[in-house]
């Protein structure tokens, strides 16, 4: 019988001796950005018994498939198609062309997770001994030696298809001036924020962005000044990607509202300049992120208009009581201002654009829900960790306190539901919120905002 016992992080220290995993599914013994630059000496990473239907931790087939024709056992790790890329499994394709392009013998290894207790089992800890690319790009396919007490879990038996050796030549990358990967941008904002959002001193906030994800200090201090400048509405002049331009307008705008965009508006304008005229750069993506910012901007001061003039009915906010029709108008052209805008960015990176219950994309019916009602706490308006992405229909009865969440993410049913409906909305006891790629403080922090909920709407 396998005994799942390790928690991921003491599995990462001491079966696998590397960093903490954190968010990520794998780990070198070194911060990412100096296994970039080829100076890890192993690598680490979990592999799960089974595989899991989306969004939920229900089985769906065998983790580890066994080749009938040769006896050898490989782990497939697939990349997600016709839709974009999780962070984390683009984090471990990244990681696995670095580690496959390390000079020999570069120890790699796996340990066995359980997908139900998300624990790792101390005895089936797995050599990995070959990494090739499916010929349709769609997967890569880890070759595991087998440890003494097996594998520890069923198997299928799946021939190879047809790979391709993995030399370390795909999307690996080195953090190179201003070229920097998604993973450093999204650590950069966050430190950005408590430093500049927050109470965070700068120094130390640089020194952490260093130790532990290997960015120089330099390129992340520059980055830190284009935030400022974007709060602060001046000309920032450091070359960043656009990506990381997007992070950081959602934080800043999520979490200060609408009196900032003029000054955000300004510093990107200023920047554009700069670049046409000194860099002789036309920052396409810059100009569009400018471009939706000043749509969602105009937008919210149409709507501001036509309720000072009376063509719309005064809103009382998420959760209130003005007629249903007329709310509901009030709510969807609402989401289109800038900062209901920037906090829905930011949920749909945070859940890969799926619902944050279901864990599937609902055909893009998704609403970005304040847990703590939008009218009540406007600290909490744009922050992250007071939403979840929602169907329409989870998210309607979310928002009159019909169902809520407790600490374990679980679903709680209020007495005012009846079976039809939930039977209608297809929802059941069994229903959770999929967040178990976050870590341990964003979770604290949903459930010090969920709690709020439900006091509030006496669950």
């Keep these: ?35 970039r630059n080829a100076n890890a000496k192993r690598f680490g990473m979990t592999i799960w018994n089974f595989h899991c239907i989306d969004g939920t931790r229900e089985f769906e087939r065998w983790g580890i498939t066994k080749n009938p024709e040769t006896g050898e056992h490989w782990y497939r790790v697939a990349k997600e198609r016709g839709r974009p890329t999780s962070q984390n499994r683009q984090s471990l394709w990244d990681a696995l062309h670095i580690a496959a392009a390390m000079p020999q013998p570069f120890p790699m290894r796996a340990i066995l997770k359980d997908g139900k207790t998300h624990r790792c089992s101390p005895d089936h800890v797995f050599d990995i001994t070959d990494v090739r690319l499916q010929d349709d790009g769609s997967a890569l396919w880890l070759k595991l030696q087998v440890p003494m007490a097996g594998i520890g879990t069923g198997c299928e038996e799946v021939a190879l298809p047809n790979t391709h050796a993995l030399d370390g030549s795909g999307p690996a990358r080195k953090s190179r001036g201003h070229i920097l990967p998604d993973e450093d941008y999204l ?74 965009v003029p000054n955000v508006i300004q510093a990107i304008e200023g920047y554009v300049h700069y670049a046409k005229t000194s860099l002789k750069q036309s920052a396409l993506g810059f100009q569009a992120i400018l471009s939706e910012l000043k749509r969602e901007a105009a937008q919210a001061q149409a709507v501001k208009e036509l309720l000072i ?53 609902c055909n893009d019916q998704l609403r970005a829900s304040h847990i703590v009602a939008w009218s009540l706490d406007e600290a909490l308006r744009g ?28 679903i709680i049913l209020s007495n005012k539901l009846t079976p039809d409906t939930c039977k209608h909305f297809g929802v059941h006891p069994g229903l959770r919120i999929a967040w178990d790629h976050l870590p341990a403080s964003d979770k604290a922090a949903l459930r010090a905002t969920l709690a709020r909920h439900r006091a509030q709407h006496g669950l």
């Design 1 to 35: 019988m396998t005994i799942y016992s390790l928690p991921s992080d003491r599995a990462y220290l001491e079966k696998l001796q590397v960093l903490k995993a954190g968010q990520r599914w794998f780990a070198f013994d070194v911060p990412m950005g100096n296994a």
């Design 309 to 361: 003039a009376g063509a719309l009915p005064p809103s009382s906010g998420d959760g209130g009581s003005v007629d249903p029709v007329a709310s509901e108008l009030l709510r969807e052209v609402w989401v289109r201002g800038p900062q209901h805008a920037a906090f829905r960015r930011a949920l749909q990176r945070r859940w890969s654009d799926k619902c944050s219950v279901h864990g599937v994309a």
């Design 187 to 260: 650590a950069i904002r966050d430190a950005a924020v408590r430093t500049y959002l927050q109470d965070s001193m700068r120094a130390h906030e640089l020194e952490s962005l260093s130790a532990i994800y290997g960015i120089n200090k330099g390129t992340a201090s520059a980055n830190f000044n284009n935030f400022r400048c974007l709060v602060a509405g001046e000309t920032f002049k450091a070359p960043m990607r656009a990506f990381g331009l997007q992070l950081f307008v959602d934080a800043i705008v999520a979490r200060l509202g609408e009196r900032v």
């Design 383 to 410: 922050d992250v960790n007071n939403g979840l992405l929602l169907s329409v229909p989870l998210d309607n009865l979310f928002d009159r306190g019909l169902i809520s969440f407790d600490d374990a993410g679980a």
